[in-house]
């Protein structure tokens, strides 16, 4: 039996609001709507929802800082749904940890399309999680990777932690080292309207891993191609 999400709205438009949440709750989600950034702000403390939909045009606050609340909670999805449709507001949102974009003005189906694809990834990898008895972690470089808590240890005892999308396209380069991967391989089910994603997240997990993220050594860009994981991996059980 499909299991219910919940999904906080918020949009300082009402009629935008409700028109979301109805589509959402036709489609078998439970969704609450929020009018301005405090109300939400004050429900993410209380619960945190399967699903944030936030406009960033909020009349007390940019919607940004909400997605900045969520940058820790790996388990809450996040879709950015706004009027502002320049490259720095999309850049900027994935760059905090939104797993996608949507700009208005929109189609309510679309958005539950693109609602339901976050919250499928989502459960993805939490399964996967899941099912490894006891899961497997990855070494490489200097580096290894847990992903039962999605976070990354080095032997110098620097600790990070990734998003589920950032973990998820690691987990693609490092199931396939030293070979190139395209983005299109690395999009696979991402129903997202911008294609920078990839590149975004990228640049999130490179900051993380190498010393110095304008010369990486670790993922290298294959330009006109994809990237690569540019060292072997090794998979273990602890």
């Not at 918020?10 to 109300?39: F, S, W």
Request: aromatic share 8%; hydrophobic share 35%.
């Amino acid at each position: 039996m499909k299991t219910q999400k919940m999904i906080y709205v918020v949009d300082d438009e009402t009629d935008i609001c409700k028109l979301v949440c109805m589509e959402l709750e036709r489609y078998g989600h439970t969704a609450r709507p929020y009018h301005n950034g405090t109300q939400a702000y004050y429900a993410l403390k209380q619960h945190k929802p399967d699903l944030l939909i936030v406009d960033l045009g909020l009349p007390d606050m940019d919607g940004l800082n909400l997605v900045r609340q969520l940058s820790g909670y790996c388990e809450t999805g996040v879709i950015i749904l706004s009027g502002r449709n320049t490259m720095a507001d999309r850049v900027l949102g994935l760059e905090l940890g939104a797993d996608d974009y949507i700009s208005k003005p929109f189609d309510p189906r679309e958005l539950v399309a693109r609602a339901n694809s976050v919250l499928r990834r989502l459960e993805k990898m939490a399964t996967w999680q899941l099912s490894e008895r006891p899961p497997q972690q990855a070494r490489f470089g200097n580096w290894n990777f847990n992903p039962a808590t999605l976070t990354l240890s080095n032997e110098d005892g620097t600790l990070e932690n990734l998003s589920t999308a950032e973990a998820e396209l690691l987990l693609s380069l490092l199931k396939s080292p030293k070979q190139i991967l395209s983005r299109e391989q690395l999009l696979k089910e991402r129903d997202t309207g911008f294609d920078r994603c990839i590149d975004v997240r990228m640049s999130r997990i490179r900051k993380k891993l190498e010393a110095d993220p304008t010369s990486p050594r670790l993922i290298k860009t294959v330009y006109g191609a994809g990237y690569m994981l540019a060292t072997d991996v090794k998979w273990y059980t602890p």
